[in-house]
């Protein structure tokens, strides 16, 4: 398969990372996660403006159009420079689920307020209980009347504290395992029985825990169809699960890159640290996993952008195909995450006493790659994950 880029967009690339180079350089990391929410607010309103926030959506709802490959561009940039901001929540989970799950008149509402920096949501997904699990929901909501009676609780919803909405995954019928019964509810996280926990993350950026008891919600709250939520989730799980996997990429390079820049500058028993044949085949070994890991990257990433044109070719049956782009986006997540974890605790032995330095932004890197590693499925979930796909794709060819 042909990974190599277009002229657009690598044009695209290289002015995204100089951008980020110029305005979030490492040095200003500190005072920049000391804002509330993690990041300033000016920031957001800049990527509005360069177009980054609509770069997925169709043009008919004032996005850009933009492929899967063009938002694993801008999740690797992101990933080099360790940027700290709701594109993931917003855009890439919340923007995505609307985008495949709402009503004809919620994308003409929503999506362009998203593209135009003037929306910023999160979505609760995950319960304590639950694990990665996508069906395992046990928050429910109750008909009454003119709305739902929600009840339940969520955990690790990313940047709710900054959202203007958060979209919560309840039950409405169905089994505490189903599949099917999972339904969309929009909510103001100001409004009257909502009980939200705020806390950083070890990797700066923010999340929340959210307690629901017989909170009322009207019937306008309901995000697309009642009881048809999970396919969408699911995609849309996928697609997040490769932008992070390009995320932890581009931390990956930047691992490899700045540990090379220290072996020419650092002198050890009076030579440079990249004298020694030993840490150059270990540094050797950090490219080779960096390459490795990014062409799972893209092949996913090329699985999902090809899906759409898949299933129109598949005469109705798209079983087969779903379960090919499952197993290459378990395949990615679980290779990058054994990679990257590998990677981070190299730079840190390269770097030695100093890699744990907060002045350094090593030990950052790793941070975030284990936030990663624990997001939507840890290597040994997507191991298991590709197995079973995999049995099925037997099972069904036979």
Same mark, same amino acid.
């Given at each position: 398969?042909?990974?190599?880029?277009?002229?657009?967009?690598?044009?695209?690339?290289?002015?995204? #990372?100089?951008?980020?180079?110029?305005?979030?350089?490492?040095?200003?990391?500190?005072?920049?996660?000391?804002?509330?929410?993690?990041?300033?607010?000016?920031? @957001?309103?800049?990527?509005?403006?360069?177009? @980054?926030?609509?770069?997925?959506?169709?043009?008919?709802?004032?996005?850009?159009?933009?492929?899967?490959?063009?938002?694993?561009?801008?999740?690797?940039?992101? +990933? #080099?420079?360790?940027?700290?901001?709701?594109?993931?929540?917003?855009?890439?989970?919340? +923007?995505?689920?609307?985008?495949?799950?709402?009503?004809?008149?919620?994308? #003409?509402?929503?999506?362009?307020?998203?593209?135009? +920096?003037?929306?910023?949501?999160?979505?609760?997904?995950?319960?304590?209980?639950?694990?990665?699990?996508?069906?395992?929901?046990?928050?429910?909501?109750?008909?009454?009347?003119?709305?739902?009676?929600?009840?339940?609780?969520?955990?690790?919803?990313?940047?709710?504290?900054?959202?203007?909405?958060?979209?919560?995954?309840?039950?409405?019928?169905?089994?505490?395992?189903?599949?099917?019964?999972?339904?969309?509810?929009?909510?103001?996280?100001?409004?009257?029985?909502?009980?939200?926990?705020?806390?950083?993350?070890?990797?700066?950026?923010?999340?929340?825990?959210?307690?629901?008891?017989?909170?009322?919600?009207?019937?306008?709250?309901?995000?697309?169809?009642?009881?048809?939520? *999970?396919?969408?989730?699911?995609?849309?799980?996928?697609?997040?699960?490769?932008?992070?996997? $390009?995320?932890?990429?581009?931390?990956? @390079?930047?691992?490899?890159?700045?540990?090379?820049?220290?072996?020419?500058?650092?002198?050890?028993?009076?030579?440079?640290?990249?004298?020694?044949?030993?840490?150059?085949?270990?540094?050797?070994?950090?490219?080779?996993?960096?390459?490795?890991?990014?062409?799972?990257?893209?092949? $996913?990433?090329?699985?999902?952008?090809?899906?759409?044109?898949?299933?129109?070719?598949?005469?109705?049956?798209?079983?087969?195909?779903?379960?090919?782009?499952?197993?290459?986006?378990?395949?990615?997540?679980?290779?990058?995450?054994?990679?990257?974890?590998?990677?981070?605790?190299?730079?840190?032995?390269?770097?030695?006493?100093?890699?744990?330095?907060?002045?350094?932004?090593?030990?950052?890197?790793?941070?975030?790659?284990?936030?990663?590693?624990?997001?939507? +499925?840890?290597? #040994? *979930?997507?191991?298991?994950? *590709?197995?079973?796909?995999?049995?099925?794709?037997?099972?069904?060819?036979?």
């Amino acid at each position: 398969m042909n990974f190599t880029f277009s002229e657009e967009q690598n044009l695209f690339r290289d002015s995204i #990372r100089r951008y980020l180079e110029e305005t979030y350089p490492f040095e200003n990391r500190a005072k920049t996660l000391e804002h509330p929410n993690g990041y300033p607010e000016e920031l @957001w309103q800049s990527l509005a403006e360069l177009g @980054w926030l609509a770069l997925p959506f169709a043009e008919e709802y004032d996005g850009l159009g933009g492929s899967a490959v063009d938002s694993m561009i801008v999740m690797e940039e992101i +990933g #080099r420079v360790l940027l700290v901001s709701p594109f993931l929540s917003t855009v890439l989970l919340s +923007g995505q689920l609307i985008a495949a799950a709402g009503s004809e008149s919620q994308k #003409r509402d929503l999506i362009p307020q998203i593209g135009a +920096g003037q929306l910023k949501l999160a979505l609760a997904f995950a319960e304590a209980n639950s694990g990665y699990d996508l069906a395992h929901v046990s928050t429910s909501a109750v008909k009454e009347g003119n709305g739902y009676r929600l009840n339940g609780a969520k955990c690790a919803v990313f940047n709710a504290q900054s959202a203007d909405i958060i979209i919560v995954v309840a039950r409405t019928s169905g089994a505490v395992d189903d599949q099917e019964g999972l339904s969309l509810f929009r909510l103001d996280p100001t409004m009257d029985g909502l009980e939200i926990k705020n806390y950083r993350t070890h990797d700066g950026g923010t999340a929340s825990d959210i307690v629901f008891e017989d909170l009322f919600i009207p019937d306008k709250a309901l995000l697309g169809d009642v009881g048809t939520a *999970y396919p969408h989730l699911q995609k849309v799980i996928d697609q997040a699960s490769v932008a992070l996997c $390009a995320e932890a990429s581009g931390a990956m @390079w930047a691992i490899s890159e700045q540990s090379g820049v220290y072996f020419k500058t650092r002198e050890q028993f009076g030579q440079n640290l990249g004298s020694f044949q030993a840490l150059q085949h270990r540094l050797v070994e950090v490219y080779m996993k960096c390459q490795l890991s990014q062409s799972l990257v893209y092949d $996913a990433v090329c699985a999902l952008d090809d899906f759409d044109v898949l299933e129109q070719s598949a005469d109705g049956d798209t079983t087969n195909i779903a379960q090919k782009v499952s197993q290459k986006v378990s395949a990615a997540k679980y290779q990058v995450g054994l990679d990257a974890r590998s990677v981070g605790q190299e730079g840190i032995q390269f770097h030695g006493g100093m890699g744990m330095m907060t002045e350094l932004p090593i030990g950052h890197y790793y941070k975030r790659i284990t936030m990663i590693n624990a997001t939507f +499925g840890d290597p #040994r *979930y997507h191991l298991k994950r *590709y197995r079973d796909t995999m049995c099925q794709s037997i099972i069904s060819a036979t």
